[in-house]
């Protein structure tokens, strides 16, 4: 069964260029395709439950304004090493939703 208390979502988090269109003919509906949005799902996967992980170009823009730790490497194919971070909920706020 599902435990309510706890659901361990894994997020990733990449930043860079996109492009989005809608899909369908019947049932519409936006996507997003891209480097960036495989990216952001490799850092996803490679994550924590629990955990938001962000790679090195999100570490590098939002690095002086939050906290961060837990450097990883993993390798994405078709890219090689790719570094990850964890984004830190500081202590004082009771979801990373308050951080933003």
């Given amino acids: 069964g599902i435990n309510a208390e706890?659901?361990?979502?894994?997020?990733?988090?990449?930043a860079g260029q996109v492009c989005g269109g809608v899909i369908g003919n019947t049932k519409l509906a936006f996507?997003?395709?891209g480097d960036t949005v495989n990216i952001a799902s490799h850092t996803e996967s490679t994550g924590?439950?629990?955990k938001v992980n962000v790679t090195e170009v999100v570490y590098q823009l939002l690095g002086d304004e939050f906290a961060f730790s837990g450097k990883q490497e993993s390798?994405?194919?078709g890219r090689g090493c790719v570094s990850t971070f964890f984004f830190e909920v500081?202590?004082?706020?009771?979801?990373?939703?308050?951080?933003?």
């Fill in 48 to 50: 924590l439950p629990g």
């Fill in 31 to 33: 996507d997003l395709w």
């Fill in 75 to 77: 390798l994405m194919k």
């Fill in 90 to 100: 500081p202590p004082d706020a009771t979801s990373v939703v308050e951080c933003f």
């Fill in 6 to 14: 706890y659901m361990g979502f894994r997020v990733g988090i990449h």
